[in-house]
């Protein structure tokens, strides 16, 4: 039987029930296809494009059993995965990790694909090609077509 890891902070019980990872990557969803329909803004296509995506895999990957605890969300294991700050992965490893390793090489390929190209957008250059924008979408699709939550 798995230990239970909770989640400690703040956060009530009654607050995860309210709150949906699946309600929060259709609204960045439904945000990157209103962003591509105006054609003015690729960068933020592809950086929604992420940011659903992200929320997508972690709907899909928790609550998960590792090793002999369950982790009931992604904060959960990565405050009880690694409780040490030496090695400490960025969240975003983490999650690029976890996409491999819970879900498909396929996958994981295209998560990180979606992860670079938002990293690109928001920090390294904003002029981003609006058939990057066009593949973004793509990629989020195709990535939805491994996920069955």
Request: charged fraction near 25%.
């Amino acid at each position: 039987m798995p230990i239970v890891c909770y989640p400690t902070g703040t956060l009530k019980l009654s607050d995860l029930s309210s709150y949906k990872k699946k309600d929060h990557a259709e609204h960045n969803e439904k945000a990157c296809n209103f962003l591509h329909t105006q054609g003015d803004y690729p960068d933020w296509v592809v950086t929604t494009a992420f940011y659903a995506a992200l929320h997508f895999v972690q709907n899909e990957i928790f609550p998960t059993d590792i090793g002999e605890k369950r982790y009931i969300s992604f904060d959960n294991y990565y405050n009880g995965h690694f409780n040490s700050t030496q090695n400490k992965p960025s969240k975003h490893v983490a999650t690029i990790n976890l996409v491999y390793s819970e879900l498909s090489e396929e996958a994981s390929y295209l998560y990180k694909w979606l992860f670079d190209t938002s990293m690109t957008a928001r920090y390294r250059n904003f002029n981003i090609d609006s058939k990057i924008a066009d593949l973004s979408k793509k990629r989020l699709f195709e990535l939805k077509g491994f996920l069955n939550k």
